[in-house]
């Protein structure tokens, strides 16, 4: 891991039916790694899809994957 800006966020929601308060919060932020991470790309763009982590239907387990390419400038 090259870098790591997480925070905590703390959200909730009220069930119309029940009127209870329900915990939605989590960490949001980016995190960046470095080196050979080819065999897991496939499982986090999964992951991407399928929803990661509890209470996805309320929108939580959202994430984005981005890849950089090496470029080499010859000049």
Same mark, same amino acid.
């Given at each position: 891991?090259?870098?790591?800006?997480? %925070?905590?966020?703390? $959200? %909730?929601? &009220?069930?119309?039916?029940?009127? %209870? $308060?329900?915990?939605? =919060?989590?960490?949001?932020?980016?995190?960046?790694?470095? =080196?050979?991470?080819?065999?897991?790309?496939?499982?986090? &763009?999964?992951? &991407?899809?399928?929803?990661?982590?509890? %209470?996805?239907?309320? =929108?939580?387990?959202?994430? &984005?994957?981005?890849? $950089?390419?090496?470029?080499?400038?010859?000049?």
């Amino acid at each position: 891991m090259t870098r790591c800006e997480l %925070q905590w966020i703390e $959200a %909730q929601r &009220r069930s119309s039916r029940t009127g %209870q $308060a329900h915990p939605l =919060g989590g960490f949001v932020g980016e995190a960046e790694y470095e =080196g050979d991470l080819g065999e897991f790309m496939p499982y986090l &763009r999964l992951g &991407r899809w399928v929803g990661v982590g509890r %209470q996805t239907v309320w =929108g939580k387990g959202e994430m &984005r994957t981005m890849t $950089a390419r090496k470029l080499t400038l010859f000049g």
